[in-house]
């Protein structure tokens, strides 16, 4: 998944608030009332409204972007979308203002990776060109390769305890490293696809083995 602040205006090169885990998850980019603020990336609005999902956020529109990710837009003195709505990058959702729970005029942009209310720092995922790296579009029974050795688990958590390669399958035996990972470059069969607390793991017949972990890395193409 990528996301761009298409025609960004040069105030929002100034976050004013940066995001914190425990307290603002989300990144503030300061801009006079009235600054038009487009869409991130296509996708479906699913909130536009006062408060959609809490009145803290006042004049809100949030996107569903697929694979269980969504951006929310808060604050907006107007709100130029419906629910229901597709969009494109670059298309003028709202204008920004001072709504909800707010002291000055800004954006406040979330990226929810995942799952809703799986909030994360945006910031990462805006580089110079406001991209950032696509994720792959997985499906079960779709065949991918490794990025990096890994290991294989028990179930999709990378808490799960670790499958030993003696129970893996005699394809995947064939691909170990002598540390008991499946190595670099392996193609892997997706028996299915597991989201889970904002990692993507991908079902094998050997077991389960991350894709792209909370933060957005790819371990899998």
Request: net charge positive; hydrophobic share 30%.
């Amino acid at each position: 998944m990528a996301f761009s602040l298409k025609n960004k205006p040069m105030a929002w090169k100034r976050i004013s608030q940066p995001y914190k885990a425990k307290r603002h998850r989300g990144i503030d980019l300061a801009a006079p009332t009235g600054t038009p603020v487009y869409a991130t990336q296509n996708g479906t609005v699913v909130a536009a409204s006062k408060g959609a999902w809490d009145w803290s956020y006042g004049n809100m529109v949030a996107i569903y972007h697929g694979h269980g990710t969504y951006t929310n837009h808060a604050h907006l003195s107007k709100i130029k979308v419906r629910v229901g709505q597709k969009v494109k990058a670059g298309q003028l959702i709202g204008l920004c203002g001072s709504t909800g729970r707010s002291t000055g005029p800004h954006l406040h942009f979330e990226i929810h990776l995942g799952r809703k209310w799986n909030r994360v720092n945006p910031k990462p995922y805006l580089d110079k060109a406001g991209k950032v790296t696509k994720r792959p579009e997985y499906k079960k029974g779709g065949t991918y390769t490794l990025k990096e050795d890994m290991n294989i688990r028990m179930t999709s958590s990378s808490n799960s305890p670790k499958i030993g390669v003696r129970h893996w399958s005699k394809d995947a035996q064939k691909h170990a490293t002598k540390d008991g990972l499946l190595k670099k470059g392996t193609k892997v069969t997706a028996v299915a696809v597991v989201r889970n607390n904002g990692e993507t793991w991908l079902k094998t017949p050997s077991g389960y083995i991350c894709a792209v972990n909370s933060k957005g890395k790819v371990y899998i193409k």
